[in-house]
């Protein structure tokens, strides 16, 4: 690999050192002694001419020099030193076949330093296309001017260099006006200027000699036209040089191209028709340039989608076609119209970021009851033939006994004579439910010496509590701006009688996952999402057995950044009861109404909870260009 270019951006907010290669090396980027950033490139020649200190201090942004050099213990190795201010921040990135150092005041701003939110590389812009400079040696006409001391016009310009230095291809003063033609300052355009501050006081001044004195005073070359006459009155306090340059110019009609490292002042409409000649030459020679033909082989992308967004960058000679059978694309044109396209195709035709998405659906149950209940009963019988009659003509002979009989009521241990009694008398029956797997109970049995009273008491008492803890995960790959469906269930058969008979329907509960997710520039991922599990419920049934439908469903919008979880939904409900069931009156006796009671308590929880997590499988080779 080879270093073609070491160039400087100063824009608003940031600075950018662009190291341009002819491919990319290997590389490693450390900070050196008093904050300076180091990138140290691997395997890399560099031409004598780049070896250089770069002076930007002048423009007062956050990079002060940038230094280029070979390494002396190892030529093979180039080393670019780029001196920031205290607290600068900066990140490297890859932008085609170059490496761009973007450095800010502060914390660097993810939308110009390609770093996403995650702090991970993310989609950046790029510039795949520029319109090169007109042939011919008619430059464009320019207006506002930077100097030695730091003086900024409209762009940046001869900041930190000395009159015989010559200025880099890539620099420019002005830009044309919105029709096309390049005219001195408009009247009302905000311009900053920031060149140093002088006073004039000139009357009926040579054109020649203003121009002069502003060369020396600005620290640039100016050389005047032949046609270039008059004089000048001015009359200036305190005002920056570029800014008094330019108000002489647009008083005397005077526009401003470079050329090299001259900058030369002429009429306007001498440039404007030296401009028009060099466009009508530059025409003429795309008539006659050779034609060229090119094979641009296409990977990921569909060669048809990139015909029709390279159409607008043909000339009128030019024309695409596609071949389907191999999806390469056969552009015909000139050679730089086919590198432009060549360049457009390579920054189009990327891998489709993979989504990698994965839910889990949580689900928690909690349940506890208790019950306890009382019965008790019995009879007692008070007459002649059991030997204890009451002594009265009436009523002579008593008899009492429970008159709540329950035949289905379990009875072991009401009787010491046998397990069951057929049919209990119970005075109070209040039990709970208790049986195989469930609670407990206690009979006892209470007589007189000649069984002629008899008492019997069965305390039942059942408690329950559990846990339930449902974990479902569906996951799914899919390619950016994607529809995708994974789902896992049971179709339920239902009957359905009409006049034709009787038909067997069938009802899907499943879980399913449905999900179109959307690469973000900074690599988050946006996603509409829709999440279900239904599963059938025996335990609730219909007249004729068949079951209900137990249904959980999320649908939203939202975003998430790349790796991370959120949870997009959750439902939590609790159903509390106490229930008391008593024999009037007697229950709300203190203590003793207890023997008149049952009592009931259940507390049941339920929690649903969903979470969500994307991943770009591919982020590396989506994003990171």
């Known amino acids: 690999a080879a270093v073609t270019d070491v160039r400087f951006e100063h824009q608003a907010t940031i600075d950018r050192v662009i190291i341009e290669l002819s491919s990319i090396p290997s590389y490693r980027e450390s900070t050196g002694k008093g904050g300076r950033r180091v990138i140290e490139l691997s395997g890399v020649r560099l031409p004598d001419a780049l070896q250089r200190t770069l002076d930007v201090g002048a423009f007062g942004g956050p990079v002060r020099a940038i230094s280029t050099f070979r390494r002396k213990s190892d030529g093979s190795k180039v080393v670019v030193e780029v001196e920031q201010s205290e607290g600068a921040a900066g990140a490297v990135a890859r932008e085609g076949n170059a490496l761009v150092l973007s ?128 004089t000048v009155t001015i009359r200036m306090r305190n005002v920056p040089w570029d800014q008094a340059l ?40 795309l008539q006659l340039a050779p034609i060229e033909t090119r094979l641009i082989p296409i990977n990921y992308a569909d060669a048809r989608d990139l015909q029709d967004r390279s159409k607008d960058m043909l000339s009128p000679r030019g024309s695409l076609a596609v071949d389907e059978r191999t999806n390469v694309l056969i552009a015909r044109d000139v050679a730089g119209n086919l590198n432009q396209i060549e360049e457009l195709v390579r920054s189009l035709d990327t891998q489709t970021p993979q989504v990698l998405i994965e839910a889990r659906v949580v689900e928690a149950t909690s349940r506890y009851v208790r019950d306890i209940g009382i019965q008790w009963g019995g009879d007692g019988t008070f007459s002649a033939a059991t030997g204890n009659p009451t002594g009265l003509v009436f009523p002579s ?63 039942s008492a059942a408690e329950a509590s559990g846990m339930l803890r449902i974990v479902s995960s569906p996951r799914i790959l899919t390619l950016d701006n994607k529809e995708a469906r994974i789902s896992q269930g049971t179709l339920i058969p239902f009957s359905q009688i009409s006049a034709q008979g009787v038909q067997t329907t069938f009802q899907e509960a499943k879980l399913q996952l449905l999900v179109k997710p959307h690469v973000t520039s900074d690599g988050s991922v946006a996603m509409h ?43 939590f409900t609790r159903n509390t009861g106490r229930n008391l069931d008593q024999v009037p009156f007697f229950g709300d006796i203190p203590v003793l109404g207890l023997l008149f009671q049952r009592r009931r308590a259940s507390d049941t929880r339920s929690e649903l909870v969903i979470f969500l997590t994307p991943r770009i499988v591919n982020r590396a080779e989506a994003l990171g260009r």
């Open 103 to 230: 450095v800010a005041r502060g914390a660097l701003p993810s939308t110009l330093s390609g770093i996403g939110a995650d702090g991970r590389a993310a989609r950046r812009t790029r510039t795949v296309a520029r319109e090169e400079a007109l042939d011919g040696g008619a430059p464009r006409i320019e207006t506002s001017f930077e100097g030695a001391d730091g003086g900024v016009g409209a762009e940046p310009g001869f900041a930190g260099r000395s009159p015989h230095q010559p200025m880099s291809s890539q620099e420019s003063l002005v830009e044309p006006d919105q029709a096309g033609a390049f005219m001195p300052a408009i009247a009302g355009q905000q311009r900053r200027f920031t060149g140093r501050r002088i006073d004039l006081d000139l009357k009926d001044a040579d054109i020649h000699n203003v121009l002069r004195l502003i060369s020396d005073v600005g620290r640039v070359n100016i050389v005047t036209a032949d046609n270039v006459s008059g």
């Open 529 to 571: 999402v829709k999440i279900n599990r239904d599963e059938p419920d025996f335990n609730q049934t219909s007249a004729r057995g068949d079951p209900t439908i137990l249904k959980r469903e999320a649908e939203t919008d939202l975003l998430i950044m790349d790796g991370h979880t959120a949870v997009i939904g959750g439902i």
């Open 397 to 459: 002979a008593i008899g009492v006994t429970g008159g709540a009989t329950d035949s289905n009521t379990p009875t072991g241990g009401l009787s010491p004579f046998a397990n069951q009694v057929a049919n209990p008398n119970f005075a109070v029956n209040l039990p709970a439910i208790v049986g195989t797997g469930t609670g407990g109970a206690l009979g006892f049995t209470l007589g007189s010496i000649n069984n002629t009273v008899n008492l019997g008491v069965r305390l």
């Open 246 to 285: 330019e108000t002489v110019l647009q008083a005397k009609g005077l526009g401003v191209v470079r050329q090299g490292n001259m900058i030369r002042v002429a009429p306007i409409a001498d440039l404007n028709k030296e401009r028009e000649l060099a466009i009508a030459r530059r025409k003429s020679e």
